[in-house]
């Protein structure tokens, strides 16, 4: 009766955080939390391997090739006058940096493989390409709360195959539905899960419930 009653509470817990997540994001997709620095390799240079759709309104993007320049101008060179904003998750803060092509001052000029990024369509973008060098073997070091690393690969790959490596650090992942305007929440609590999959150019939030942990991307093993 006491595990049913734990079970019971988890679930209601769990019901009430999508609800609070739905109320939110009808304005600012906000998580539940973000961080990473990182470091890897790269080596073949891709053209036309990291190419993905942009809906109208909030995407969740990560870069799926490492861009021989880096600046925010250059990635969306291709997409200029059809986004806006570009949210990055400050994971000391626990809270977005917010880039305007209205304001004068940026809180950051590059985007990084490292990390993931909401970007505010205007209009829709078919093919959005990211061109530059395959990402190699990248660990992302991430904090206690909410972090927001990429997937920054050019294939799809099943969230398993390398959430393994924080197994007993991590509570939560979040991936966007830009179609929904809302978020896929997968809990290991839960027995049924949304989702089981990543695909190149997605975005994700991860819950971290220790102190510290080193999310491990080994290529040679994922692809």
């Not at 978020?183 to 989702?195: C, R």
Request: glycine residues 6%.
């Amino acid at each position: 009766m006491a595990g049913d009653s734990r079970t019971a509470v988890v679930m209601v817990v769990l019901i009430a955080l999508v609800l609070v997540l739905g109320i939110f994001t009808r304005f600012f997709p906000q998580p539940i939390n973000a961080a990473g620095s990182a470091f890897g390799t790269a080596s073949l240079t891709i053209e036309g391997l990291c190419i993905f759709d942009l809906a109208a309104n909030w995407n969740f993007i990560s870069l799926c090739a490492e861009p021989l320049n880096k600046t925010v101008d250059s990635v969306t060179q291709s997409i200029s006058g059809d986004y806006d904003y570009i949210l990055k998750w400050n994971e000391t803060s626990q809270a977005y940096d917010l880039y305007s092509i209205y304001a004068t001052s940026k809180p950051f000029n590059e985007l990084e493989q490292n990390s993931s990024y909401f970007l505010h369509m205007t209009d829709s973008h078919t093919g959005f390409s990211v061109s530059g060098n395959t990402t190699g073997s990248m660990n992302i070091s991430l904090v206690n709360k909410w972090n927001s690393p990429s997937w920054p690969y050019e294939f799809a790959r099943d969230v398993s195959r390398y959430m393994g490596t924080i197994n007993g650090s991590w509570e939560y992942l979040l991936k966007w539905d830009a179609t929904a305007q809302s978020y896929s929440l997968y809990s290991i609590y839960a027995a049924t899960k949304p989702f089981t999959q990543i695909f190149k150019g997605e975005g994700q939030f991860m819950y971290i419930n220790a102190s510290s942990a080193v999310l491990v991307y080994n290529r040679t093993a994922l692809s």
